[in-house]
């Protein structure tokens, strides 16, 4: 059974901060792994999805690498912005289901 | 991307009676989707998968009865919540699986939000 695991559960930081959001998983037969932000009472917006062929994805300020061979996958958040504040959550789909970690709350104060 | 709707956003009900949930794909057809709750600071956990014209595969500990789900059609899924109660006060978020020879991806409703007083 997949379980995947967030670290840390909250970061503080001041804007203009370059941070990293750290997520593993026990089950390496991954087919992807996503990276979700869900600001408070709200549903979840895709951040980054990576292919279990593919070592990273970037868009934007946003870069996210998968390493399937030690379970790992980092978010890595440039130049961060109070606007950037928000839970981000990993989940990996393994066996057409989808395992979330229990996020990291994000805060960026000016 | 792919969109996939929920309704409604929100509801309040009284204990003891049922509500509905409606989850679309609306320019997709799935074939899956999957029922998700969400309690407060706490993450995503998997309640169902939803199978267009078959029965439901429902997640240890949670009920069937309790949660019904219908899957007529390959953009819609019904998720009721049977004589709900305070309990059942959480965040419900569905997704529509989006399968293909390269892909695999699951697209999430807005989800709603069930306050059952």
């Known amino acids: 059974k997949q379980e995947v695991t967030q670290i840390p559960a909250a970061l503080s930081v001041p804007e203009g901060e370059n941070l990293v959001l750290n997520c593993s998983f026990t089950d390496s037969a991954i087919y992807n792994l996503q990276w979700f932000r869900q600001d408070p009472g709200k549903g979840l917006t895709s951040l980054l999805l990576?292919?279990?062929?593919?070592r990273e994805q970037t868009s934007g300020r946003l870069n996210a690498s998968l390493d399937k061979s030690s379970g790992r996958s980092t978010l890595y958040i440039a130049a961060s912005q109070p606007g950037d504040s928000a839970t981000y959550l990993c989940?990996?789909?393994?066996?057409?289901?989808?395992?979330f970690g229990q996020g990291t709350i994000l805060t960026v104060h000016p | 991307g792919a969109v996939v709707s929920q309704h409604p956003s929100w509801v309040i009900c009284k204990s003891g009676t049922s509500v509905k949930i409606e989850c679309r794909s609306l320019?997709?057809?799935?074939?899956?989707m999957f029922w998700y709750r969400q309690f407060p600071k706490q993450s995503l956990m998997l309640m169902a998968t939803?199978?267009?014209?078959?029965?439901?595969?429902?997640e240890q500990g949670v009920e069937k009865d309790k949660f019904l789900i219908n899957h007529a059609s390959l953009t819609l899924s019904t998720l009721t919540v049977t004589s709900a109660h305070p309990e059942d006060s959480s965040f419900y978020i569905c997704?529509?699986?989006?399968?293909?020879?390269?892909?695999?991806?699951?697209?999430f409703g807005p989800g709603t939000r069930l306050t059952v007083l």
């Open positions: 320019d997709f057809q799935a074939t899956t």
């Open positions: 990576i292919q279990s062929s593919q």
């Open positions: 997704s529509a699986r989006d399968e293909g020879e390269s892909t695999d991806t699951q697209y």
């Open positions: 989940a990996g789909t393994s066996y057409g289901k989808l395992t």
């Open positions: 939803s199978n267009e014209g078959s029965k439901a595969t429902y």
